[in-house]
């Protein structure tokens, strides 16, 4: 999902406060306050190594019955810097999976067809992240790589029916994720987990209440709040941190999973979810550190958790993402 915060005004006190420590630390106002604003240079590059993982654990087992892992880096280069905006690219490599944690061939299969994948979007001149503008040629790519993960999977069914089956629920698919709402939808996870949170200001002891909007798949729009919460202030580390807790309003949440399983074609799950015994929740928090001399990522831990209630059976998924920069 992708979100958007409401947070136009503080725009305007990060434009009226002098930085108390000269320019060396511009995001540093005081001992105690920052704010978090971007200083790129045009040519600048990063990288850093994502390890993602997800756990589906049913009715409070200790054991999850199912855990996959994914580890992979991107590397993000300022392509273009204007008064207004800058122009970033994003690129893909080095997919790994542990051995212990392979579960799902097929997801493994599309992962590591985003070796090479790049993705270019613009934020504002704060760095928080505005859009993809690259969206047509990843349309054609991401054609191009389910048409190879159909031929990598064609030999596997022993029926003719499974076959078809599958390939019409990709081709279905393709037709869905490429769609320009989607693919906004479909690759601005890893972006926004960087960029989510820039051009605010932020004091310690003080949390920021905020209002958000979710732009989803199939151009679903859900509201949300959460609050940012700024942690630690290290002028010799060159680092703060901030905590960020978020969820979508309930109401609305049910309405988009039903969405959601229609989309996808779950025509049973869709009717589970009119149930008045159906309930669904979902939460993210998120732990980062920039830098105070330039607002790059240092680190970021994101951790949502969506649980599912039908009937006497609830499912708890939780989406674990450690991103840190290498270079």
Same mark, same amino acid.
């Given at each position: 999902?992708?979100?958007?915060?409401?947070?136009?005004?503080?725009?305007l006190?990060?434009?009226?406060c002098?930085?108390? %420590?000269?320019?060396?630390?511009?995001?540093?106002?005081?001992?105690?306050?920052?704010?978090?604003?971007?200083?790129?240079?045009?040519?600048?590059?990063?990288?850093?190594?994502?390890?993602n993982?997800?756990?589906?654990?049913?009715?409070?087992?200790?054991k999850?019955?199912? +855990? +996959?892992?994914?580890?992979?880096?991107?590397?993000?280069?300022?392509?273009?810097?204007?008064?207004?905006? %800058?122009?970033?690219?994003?690129?893909?490599s080095?997919f790994?999976?542990?051995?212990?944690?392979?579960?799902?061939?097929?997801?493994?299969?599309?992962?590591q067809?985003?070796?090479?994948?790049?993705?270019?979007?613009?934020?504002?001149?704060?760095?928080?992240?505005?859009? !993809? !503008?690259?969206?047509?040629?990843?349309?054609?790519?991401?054609?191009l790589?389910?048409e190879?993960v159909?031929?990598?999977?064609?030999g596997?069914?022993?029926?003719?029916?499974?076959?078809?089956?599958?390939s019409?629920t990709?081709?279905?698919?393709?037709?869905?994720?490429?769609?320009?709402?989607?693919?906004?939808?479909?690759?601005?996870?890893?972006?926004?987990?960087?960029h989510? %949170?820039?051009?605010?200001?932020?004091?310690?002891?003080?949390p920021?209440?905020?209002?958000l909007?979710?732009?989803?798949?199939?151009?679903?729009?859900?509201?949300?709040?959460?609050t940012i919460?700024?942690?630690t202030?290290?002028?010799?580390?060159?680092?703060?941190?901030?905590?960020?807790?978020?969820?979508?309003n309930?109401e609305?949440?049910?309405?988009?999973?039903?969405?959601?399983?229609?989309?996808?074609?779950?025509?049973?799950?869709k009717?589970k979810?009119?149930?008045?015994?159906?309930?669904?929740?979902?939460?993210?928090?998120?732990?980062?550190?920039?830098?105070?001399?330039?607002?790059?990522?240092?680190?970021a831990?994101?951790?949502?958790?969506?649980?599912?209630?039908?009937?006497?059976?609830?499912?708890?998924?939780?989406k674990?993402?450690?991103?840190?920069?290498?270079?």
């Amino acid at each position: 999902m992708i979100k958007h915060l409401k947070l136009a005004l503080l725009g305007l006190v990060i434009f009226c406060c002098v930085p108390l %420590y000269g320019q060396e630390f511009p995001n540093l106002l005081a001992a105690n306050r920052v704010t978090t604003v971007a200083y790129y240079e045009m040519g600048e590059a990063r990288t850093f190594h994502v390890v993602n993982s997800s756990t589906k654990t049913k009715n409070d087992k200790s054991k999850p019955e199912k +855990e +996959e892992i994914v580890e992979y880096d991107i590397v993000i280069t300022v392509l273009e810097q204007e008064d207004s905006s %800058y122009i970033m690219e994003m690129v893909y490599s080095n997919f790994t999976f542990p051995e212990t944690k392979r579960d799902n061939e097929l997801n493994e299969a599309i992962a590591q067809l985003s070796e090479g994948l790049k993705i270019k979007y613009a934020t504002d001149e704060l760095g928080r992240y505005d859009s !993809i !503008i690259n969206k047509a040629e990843l349309s054609k790519d991401l054609k191009l790589q389910i048409e190879e993960v159909i031929s990598l999977f064609d030999g596997t069914f022993e029926k003719e029916e499974e076959k078809e089956v599958f390939s019409a629920t990709m081709n279905y698919l393709v037709d869905k994720m490429t769609l320009p709402e989607n693919i906004e939808g479909l690759y601005a996870e890893d972006i926004l987990n960087i960029h989510g %949170y820039y051009g605010i200001e932020l004091t310690v002891g003080k949390p920021l209440q905020i209002e958000l909007n979710y732009s989803t798949l199939n151009n679903f729009v859900l509201a949300g709040t959460g609050t940012i919460t700024l942690n630690t202030v290290n002028k010799d580390a060159d680092a703060f941190t901030f905590i960020t807790s978020e969820a979508p309003n309930k109401e609305e949440m049910n309405a988009y999973i039903k969405d959601l399983f229609s989309f996808f074609k779950m025509d049973n799950m869709k009717e589970k979810a009119s149930l008045s015994e159906f309930k669904f929740s979902s939460k993210a928090k998120t732990k980062f550190t920039l830098e105070l001399s330039t607002g790059w990522l240092k680190t970021a831990t994101h951790t949502s958790t969506n649980t599912f209630t039908i009937g006497k059976d609830t499912i708890k998924m939780v989406k674990k993402s450690v991103i840190k920069e290498i270079n």
